[in-house]
């Protein structure tokens, strides 16, 4: 999938020649002044053990003085389990950040972030919408989104000019 990505045309290649195509790609790459960065999302459902291990070879594609992949992992908390259950890999690892859950206030920074970026000039949630969202989310951001990216959609097919708490307390009741 990464050398499909990269363009990389390889049908019959074996594990050594891909190698070789994914070295050349991205020295290639180097030379051009361009970046090779392989980000994988929902990292965490990667179940073998033998696949980090593949990610953790990709790693030792350096120069003397720079590698040439930056290799980007998201996921889930179990992702960190994983990867340090693996000490040849997480030794590898030079950055590492963790996204908490927010708390209320951040929580409504966020949605009005969220909601700035999306063109609206207007926070269209109640206090009590917004209560009853971090009850339900745990300030947790794929919740938020979730609840919030509803509510909107409620809110807009009955013509609401804002999200009320008895819009988000019915959405709510439904993903029970």
Do not use: W
């Not at 889930?76 to 950040?97: A, D, G, M, T, W």
């Not at 908490?100 to 409504?108: A, G, Q």
């Amino acid at each position: 999938e990464i050398l499909y990505q990269l363009g990389i045309d390889s049908p019959d290649l074996n594990k050594t020649d891909i190698l070789h195509a994914l070295n050349d790609k991205v020295y290639e790459n180097i030379k051009k002044d361009k970046d090779t960065i392989i980000i994988i999302d929902e990292a965490h459902l990667i179940k073998e053990t033998e696949i980090y291990e593949e990610l953790r070879l990709l790693l030792n594609f350096q120069l003397n003085n720079r590698f040439l992949i930056t290799l980007i992992l998201l996921g889930q908390p179990e992702l960190k389990e994983r990867i340090n259950s693996i000490p040849q890999f997480e030794q590898r690892i030079s950055v590492r950040y963790h996204i908490y859950p927010f708390d209320f206030n951040e929580m409504v920074r966020y949605i009005a972030f969220r909601i700035k970026k999306a063109g609206m000039n207007k926070f269209v949630f109640s206090k009590e919408a917004l209560k009853k969202i971090y009850e339900y989310s745990g300030g947790v951001p794929r919740k938020i989104n979730n609840i919030c990216d509803l509510s909107l959609l409620v809110a807009s097919s009955k013509r609401a000019s804002i999200v009320d708490s008895k819009t988000v307390a019915e959405l709510i009741d439904e993903r029970k």
